[in-house]
């Protein structure tokens, strides 16, 4: 059993209420059926994520890191210190790999803000 430090008494889950939970999936699960695929948990597609990162060859500190994990080895929890502008170059780095192997023609950089990407998937 998980207790707190301070009064030694069991601490208090931090689940959601399913209500919540719903809430979020939701537009998730809405995305996939207009684009016509698969249930694929949003925890499945961090699972992904990941895996796809290592084929850039990317280092596994900026991964983790890109993930929102913490740090694990004593190097990286005091020694290891990344810019954003390092951790966004990585990222636009697994991007650009994973829409090559998707054949997702890879829109143009700029710097206008959001913009939308037409898919050839569906018509």
């Given at each position: ?10 601490a ?11 809430a ?7 995305a ?33 890191q ?7 080895a004593?190097?990286?929890k ?20 994973i ?25």
């Open positions: 059993m998980v207790r707190c430090r301070e009064e030694n008494q069991p208090r889950s931090k689940r959601l209420p399913a209500r919540a939970v719903a979020l999936w939701q537009p998730h699960e809405d996939l059926q207009v684009a016509g695929l698969p249930h694929l948990s949003l925890h499945g597609l961090r699972r992904l994520f990941g895996t796809l990162a290592h084929w850039t060859e990317a280092p596994v500190g900026v991964v983790a890109i993930m929102g994990h913490k740090p694990s004593i190097a990286e005091h020694y290891r210190r990344r810019h954003l502008d390092l951790l966004r170059m990585w990222h636009a780095r697994i991007e650009a790999w829409l090559e192997q998707a054949g997702i023609e890879q829109p143009e950089e700029s710097t206008s803000g959001l913009r939308l990407v037409k898919s050839s998937a569906r018509t």
